[in-house]
């Protein structure tokens, strides 16, 4: 069964400073990954995906995500954080499921990274 | 457009109340859909999915149970809820090639008391 880790659990940077998140990921095939991001109290927004190609993937507001098989990650960047980036982050592997509907993914998630943004 | 409604935004029931929360979906036809919960300090849980009406499939065992009565419908329910049973619940749906376009609702924060 595939597995994330997120090994940071909370994550404060200075804006304007770089930002790096770390995910590891555990799957027996080549993986489908993705990076959510969660404001408080809210739903979760899809920041880039990697499905096959170009190992580095942008994304939505200035970030990027490196995917690299050897290390089993996909580490999530960004060079200058603003305050609106302070929310949570969770890495996630896609899998597909076991039905006749082809095409058809579910999602495992990291247990996130709340990154908290000081002035 | 393609949009997902998921409700209450928060809710607070005693321990061993029933729950009902809904989900629906527009602008779309056979979706998957999906209930994920985020407990304290956790990750996003997946609960159950459903490829089609009355079809559901769960992914961990619990208190919970799940039905799709009509295509864009999706209802978590429970007869008697725990104290384990407090989380954020958020409600998904893909539609062909699923994972990179999956859609979450804004979640519903249940409070077991």
């Known amino acids: 069964a595939q597995s994330v880790t997120q090994p940071d659990i909370h994550i404060t940077v200075s804006e304007g400073a770089s930002l790096e998140l770390r995910c590891n990921y555990s799957?027996?095939?080549?993986?489908?990954l993705f990076w959510y991001v969660q404001s408080p109290g809210q739903g979760l927004q899809l920041l880039l995906k990697?499905?096959?190609?170009?190992?580095l993937v942008q994304g939505i507001k200035g970030f990027e995500a490196e995917f690299k098989r050897s290390q089993s990650s996909f580490n999530l960047r960004k060079p200058s954080v603003h305050w609106s980036d302070a929310a949570e982050y969770f890495c996630?592997?896609?899998?597909?499921?076991?039905?006749?509907?082809?095409?058809?993914?579910?999602?495992?998630f990291g247990t996130g990274t709340r990154l908290t943004i000081i002035p | 457009s393609q949009t997902i409604h998921q409700w209450p935004a928060t809710l607070v029931q005693p321990v061993g109340s029933p729950l009902s929360l809904e989900c629906t979906v527009e602008?779309?036809?056979?979706?998957?859909l999906y209930w994920y919960r985020q407990a304290a300090g956790r990750g996003l849980q997946l609960l159950f999915y459903?490829?089609?009406?009355?079809?559901i499939s769960s992914e961990v065992p619990q208190n919970l149970s799940a039905s799709r009565p009509q295509d864009r419908q999706f209802i978590l329910s429970s007869k008697k809820l725990l104290l384990s049973d407090s989380g954020f619940y958020l409600c998904?749906?893909?539609?062909?090639?699923?994972?990179?376009?999956?859609?979450f609702g804004s979640g519903t924060r249940l409070t077991v008391v």
């Open positions: 998904a749906w893909s539609v062909g090639g699923g994972a990179s376009r999956y859609t």
């Open positions: 799957y027996g095939a080549t993986p489908y």
């Open positions: 990697y499905f096959s190609g170009d190992t």
């Open positions: 996630a592997v896609g899998a597909r499921v076991k039905t006749s509907n082809f095409g058809n993914e579910k999602l495992t």
């Open positions: 602008g779309t036809s056979n979706p998957n």
């Open positions: 459903s490829v089609g009406i009355g079809q």
